[in-house]
């Protein structure tokens, strides 16, 4: 029995330290002034805090982002929703190329490590999905199919 409740315990712990949704005033200053310096017309923001790290999500217009800090304030990441006609030209020319009976349903910009990659959500008929990772010069990394 005292096992169980200190494996509950190590749980809860746990939960509450990864992934705990936050209010404004317990982020850093710098972290919520830098963003809405940044992202001046950001809406919905949602703050939640990772081991050490800061996630924030928030809306520009009907577009998603999330973007996540370290502890120091450095961006580690970032994934912006973006429109069709903002993907570079030769990632819309193999689109085009490889799934000519698709259409783009949504699109994604991230930028990790330094590079930045484009996931597209690419649907046919409503029935078949294909989720595809590509490089800025449209080059397929990964796809997979729902």
């Given at each position: 029995?005292?096992?169980?409740?200190?494996?509950?315990?190590?749980?809860?712990?746990?939960?509450?330290?990864?992934?705990?949704?936050?209010?404004?005033?317990?982020?850093?200053?710098?972290?919520?002034?830098g963003l809405l310096e940044t992202?001046?017309?950001?809406?919905?923001i949602e703050w939640q805090r990772?081991?050490?790290?800061?996630?924030?999500?928030?809306?520009?217009?009907?577009?998603?982002?999330?973007?996540?800090?370290?502890?120091?304030?450095?961006?580690?990441?970032?994934?912006?929703?973006?429109?069709?006609?903002?993907?570079?030209?030769?990632?819309?020319?193999?689109?085009?190329?490889?799934?000519?009976?698709?259409?783009?349903?949504?699109?994604?910009?991230?930028?990790?490590?330094?590079?930045?990659?484009?996931?597209?959500?690419?649907?046919?008929?409503?029935?078949?999905?294909?989720?595809?990772?590509?490089?800025?010069?449209?080059?397929?990394?990964?796809?997979?199919?729902?």
């Amino acid at each position: 029995m005292k096992y169980l409740q200190i494996i509950a315990l190590a749980i809860f712990a746990i939960a509450t330290t990864y992934g705990q949704d936050l209010k404004h005033t317990e982020v850093p200053a710098t972290f919520t002034a830098g963003l809405l310096e940044t992202y001046p017309n950001a809406t919905d923001i949602e703050w939640q805090r990772d081991g050490t790290d800061y996630k924030v999500d928030f809306k520009v217009g009907e577009l998603e982002h999330e973007i996540q800090f370290n502890k120091d304030g450095d961006k580690v990441s970032q994934e912006k929703e973006i429109t069709k006609i903002t993907l570079p030209q030769a990632l819309a020319k193999a689109i085009k190329r490889d799934y000519a009976e698709y259409k783009i349903d949504k699109a994604y910009s991230t930028f990790t490590n330094g590079v930045t990659t484009y996931k597209v959500e690419l649907v046919k008929d409503l029935s078949k999905t294909i989720l595809a990772t590509y490089s800025v010069s449209g080059k397929t990394l990964n796809t997979s199919e729902n």
